[in-house]
């Protein structure tokens, strides 16, 4: 079982950045994909950038050009650049990962955008 644990939400005012990370338990090159979901109050969980084992990324199409995912296999982490932050991007964030047809989720970690 992939645990995945998520780190560096918080407040920001609108225009800021936030990084955040996601630990995974055992080697990332073994998990086909992992990305990031974000769930605002009211709202379905949507996907908002995702990146393969072999690093291909694809983001939501409210999100492209600010946020950047990227991983490093070696420390078993991925992480989600957020830049140009803007109130609607408020959410809890939550780090995926599907590895041989089992999804896995973080505990989620709360971003706040202040205007």
């Known amino acids: 079982q992939v645990q995945l644990v998520e780190s560096g939400g918080g407040l920001v005012q609108a225009g800021g950045s936030l990084r955040l990370s996601c630990a995974a338990s055992?080697?990332?090159?073994?998990?086909?994909?992992m990305g990031w979901y974000r769930q605002a109050p009211g709202k379905q969980r949507e996907l908002v950038a995702g990146?393969?084992?072999?690093?291909?990324?694809n983001y939501a199409d409210s999100v492209k050009g600010r946020f950047t995912s990227s991983r490093d296999n070696a420390r078993n982490t991925v992480w989600l650049q957020m830049n140009s932050l803007k109130p609607e991007d408020t959410a809890v964030y939550y780090c995926?990962?599907?590895?041989?047809?089992?999804?896995?989720w973080g505990q989620g970690t709360q971003v706040t955008v202040s205007s």
């Open positions: 995926y990962a599907r590895k041989f047809g089992i999804n896995y």
């Open positions: 990146i393969t084992r072999d690093g291909i990324t």
């Open positions: 055992e080697n990332i090159f073994t998990i086909n994909f």
